[in-house]
């Protein structure tokens, strides 16, 4: 993979380039696609694409907060050690996903998103922090939630079947509203789960 020459700009259509070090925050790209393609160090906060697709693509170390995905596809994609607070991902296309790679998440910060409503499953959001972020009424089965801090996100009505919480901290969930068949808890969190119904645990 070459490292990329290539401008960003409305109706570009690149396959495996690497973008380093680009400033797009607060601009607008449109109609946009990128397949194979790195992304490092870059900065796309407050930016906005619109109907743009990112396929099998790869973010490490970007600054995507408050990015918009207007009617964008975003599938099998990687994100690693980015900053991405505030991204409505409900605003993406997740009904024509391209590639049957989960998206993953990695040692990212996440909070204050929006995932109400999406079916996700087996996404990965690993050693994240995902404070504040809507899950509820979601599909997340076979989700690989390891090591993430879900202090204050919200779950309701969320199928969480399988999933993988293991090691992750700060999850508040009713057992009763979500659904958490073969959920993987790690025992400290399992039991603050229960204690938060009020049952009394003894030795």
């Known amino acids: 993979m070459s490292k990329s020459v290539v401008l960003i700009q409305d109706g570009l259509d690149c396959f495996a380039e690497e973008f380093d070090n680009i400033d797009l925050s607060t601009q607008t790209i449109k109609n946009a696609e990128f397949e194979e393609c790195t992304f490092t160090s870059c900065d796309f906060s407050e930016a906005l694409f619109l109907s743009c697709r990112f396929i099998d693509c790869s973010f ?25 607070i505030g991204i409505d991902w409900t605003m993406c296309d997740f009904k024509s996903l391209l590639s049957s ?4 998440f990695v040692n990212s910060l996440l909070s204050d998103s929006n995932l109400f409503g999406l079916s996700l499953e087996r996404i990965q959001m690993r050693e994240c922090v995902a404070r504040d972020v809507d899950f ?68």
């Open 136 to 203: 509820g009424s979601g599909s997340f089965m076979s989700a690989d939630f390891s090591a993430t801090d879900f202090k204050g996100a919200q779950f309701g009505n969320t199928h969480l079947e399988y999933a993988n919480f293991t090691d992750a901290t700060n999850i508040q969930l009713d057992i009763k509203t979500n659904h958490l068949k073969g959920a993987i808890f790690s025992r400290y969190e399992a039991l603050f789960l229960l204690e938060s119904m009020g049952i009394v645990l003894v030795d």
């Open 101 to 104: 790679e989960p998206i993953k």
């Open 60 to 84: 490490e170390n970007c600054n995507l907060s408050v990015m918009k995905l207007t009617d964008s596809i975003v599938s099998g994609t990687d994100f690693l050690s980015c900053k991405m």
